[in-house]
């Protein structure tokens, strides 16, 4: 799956972490990871403190090699995994590399990542790593958006920023919804996300006792989609309350000369039970 980059429209502001004198400048790579489920936004955050994943950029390796060693130790299928990536931002802090007595001033290059549908699943037993920034589970942007998860003063800049670079590619390039919809086999239920890594879960419903190989890879869709789909996962990438005019929004669809129409309908995946039509069905030519 091709991936898109985007330079940012901004810098972070400067927020050192520690007031210690460094010994050398260190790269690091911040990677806010996003994900769709049950037609709503997700994000991947370490559970303390609620920063993205972020890895140290070797002597050996390039950025795009620590984004995907990122990808790597945290998702169970991270080879082609990415729908969208975009280049977010940078922010300089002060940092302590785990594991060793090596500190100093670091600038995170920041990472927007939009996952392709259903490759959100996580490696199993992440919790139980012993290194730190390896537990992470999914939480909805709604939530911290509204306030109800409260982001560390010093990640919250980086995590509305890779947001805010993300809707924009979105506004500009609304073509990333018909791709990402015609990949869809089906709409992942949310009920996995917060929940996935809670400890007091009954054995039978706990993810981390399956093994990872009774844990199969989404097959990819088969490039139908509706028009109610793609207005329904556009409006997942905004704030509930963003004034969007849908109209417009399913000209622009079809005026892209990518929708070839069939003589079909089909309901909103996901929604069978609770959207009671069908919409027309629609089969997406890539370029």
């Known amino acids: 799956m091709s991936t898109s980059v985007s330079g940012s429209d901004g810098s972070i502001n400067i927020q050192p972490t ?6 050398r400048l260190i790269v690091t790579a911040g990677v806010v990871i996003f994900a769709i489920r049950d037609w ?22 390039s950025v795009t090699d620590a984004v995907d060693r990122t990808l790597e130790a945290v998702l169970a299928w991270p080879a082609d995994a990415t729908l969208l990536q975009l280049k977010a931002g940078w922010q300089e802090q002060q940092v302590y590399v785990w594991g060793s007595a090596e500190q100093g001033a670091a600038v995170s290059l920041i990472h927007t990542l939009l996952l392709r549908a259903n490759r959100d699943e996580l490696l199993p037993y992440l919790n139980r790593q012993s290194v730190p920034s390896l537990h992470v589970s999914w939480k909805p942007v709604l939530k911290i958006e509204s306030g109800q998860h409260t982001l560390d003063p010093e990640v919250h800049p ?20 018909l791709r990402y919809l015609a990949d869809m086999s089906s709409m992942g239920a949310a009920n996995i996300g917060e929940e996935r890594w809670q ?24 490039g ?22 849908l109209s417009n929004l399913r000209r ?7 929708l070839e129409p069939l003589e079909e309908e089909r309901p909103v995946r996901g929604k069978e039970l609770d959207w009671r039509r069908v919409s027309r069905a629609y089969r997406y030519i890539g370029s």
């Open 199 to 222: 400890q007091d879960l009954p054995a039978p419903m706990s993810k981390e006792t399956r093994p990872l190989e009774t844990v199969k890879e989404p097959a990819p869709g088969d």
């Open 40 to 61: 709503s936004l997700w994000v991947l955050l370490r559970d303390s403190p609620w920063g993205p994943p972020m890895r140290l950029v070797l002597g050996t390796e």
């Open 158 to 177: 980086v995590v509305l920023t890779a947001l805010n670079t993300l809707r924009s590619q979105v506004q500009r390039e609304p073509e990333i919804v």
């Open 252 to 258: 622009r669809f079809l005026t892209m000369s990518r």
């Open 18 to 23: 520690r007031g210690t004198t460094p010994r």
């Open 224 to 245: 139908i989609l509706t028009l109610a789909e793609a207005t329904l996962l556009y409006k997942a990438f905004f704030p509930p309350d963003e004034q969007i005019d």
